[in-house]
């Protein structure tokens, strides 16, 4: 018999045990559309609003609420299982999936309203920063082309990519006489306030025209504001493991290590615990005194 939604809810929140009371501001702002509560039932879904009630402390200034998929497999028992519930929420549009420049394997996972609102954070700044000209006229441009790639190519492109011509067609799509008329300046737009970043990997592809890209491009969506966020999750995972490293045999009791205040990373110890358990460097042993972490020794 399948299991029911609440049941699914259950062993998750068994899993990684009891969450925190959220802030009031925090509850007070939820609703359906950032919560994802209207997607369908799935692990996946369950175990992302845990690990960001449970988070210590807010992203980076600028970023939206983000977990690492890493750390959504410390609290999935299934990794299989979790990748599948995962490519099934981003493609009804309940999260969204973005590459962190923090590590080659790093993928940052967002609920759906929380990355909206990022995206008009961005057009805001944007509009802040308009050249002076015709009183209200430049702002108003730079903040519709924000507006178009939330109403157009976000819902269009759940996976984590978009190319050049589809993008522009896109955007051309967003509403009203100035999107008819998107191309390069707006694409060089989203990629200075971060919502796109050029995708670098092996098969991308390459530009045949000048600017902001050509019909070969292949551009990934980012994580706004994703610099101070990454630096962030590298340098806090790498704070975490040298100090691991210099204890005997590699290893600290956990409760030991959960009063360590990082220097590093605002996002707290047991924030990069989860990551690094998820990502396979660290180990967890179970031991009379208690849980023990491990890093993992590789090659």
């Not at 299991?3 to 007070?28: L, Y």
């Not at 799935?42 to 807010?58: R, V």
């Not at 805001?124 to 430049?138: T, V």
């Not at 976000?154 to 009203?176: D, I, K, T």
């Amino acid at each position: 018999m399948a299991s029911s939604p609440s049941a699914k809810r259950r062993r998750v929140e068994a899993a990684a045990g009891p969450p925190p009371p959220p802030p009031a501001a925090a509850a007070a702002e939820s609703d359906g559309d950032a919560d994802g509560d209207d997607a369908p039932p799935s692990d996946a879904l369950a175990a992302l609003h845990l690990l960001l009630a449970q988070a210590a402390a807010p992203p980076p200034p600028g970023a939206p609420p983000f977990a690492l998929v890493s750390q959504l497999y410390t609290v999935l028992a299934d990794r299989t299982d979790a990748d599948r519930d995962l490519d099934a929420l981003a493609a009804a549009g309940a999260v969204r999936i973005v590459r962190l420049p923090s590590g080659p394997d790093d993928r940052a996972v967002c609920r759906r309203g929380d990355y909206a609102a990022a995206v008009a954070s961005c057009g805001a700044r944007a509009a802040a920063a308009a050249p002076a000209g015709a009183p209200g006229a430049p702002a108003r441009a730079a903040a519709a082309v924000f507006a178009w790639f939330a109403a157009a190519v976000l819902p269009a492109c759940p996976g984590e990519s978009v190319a050049y011509g589809e993008l522009v067609r896109l955007l051309r799509r967003g509403g009203g006489a100035g999107a008819a008329r998107a191309g390069d300046a707006h694409v060089a737009l989203l990629l200075r306030e971060g919502c796109l970043v050029r995708a670098t990997r092996p098969g991308a592809g390459a530009g045949a025209g000048g600017g902001a890209g050509g019909g070969g491009d292949l551009y990934d969506f980012a994580l706004p504001c994703v610099g101070p966020a990454a630096r962030a999750v590298r340098a806090g995972r790498e704070e975490l493991l040298g100090l691991l490293r210099r204890r005997r045999g590699g290893e600290a009791p956990e409760a030991a290590l959960a009063r360590v205040r990082l220097r590093a990373s605002p996002l707290g110890v047991r924030w990069h615990v989860r990551d690094l358990l998820g990502s396979g460097a660290l180990a967890r042993a179970l031991t009379p005194a208690g849980p023990m972490l491990r890093v993992v020794r590789r090659g």
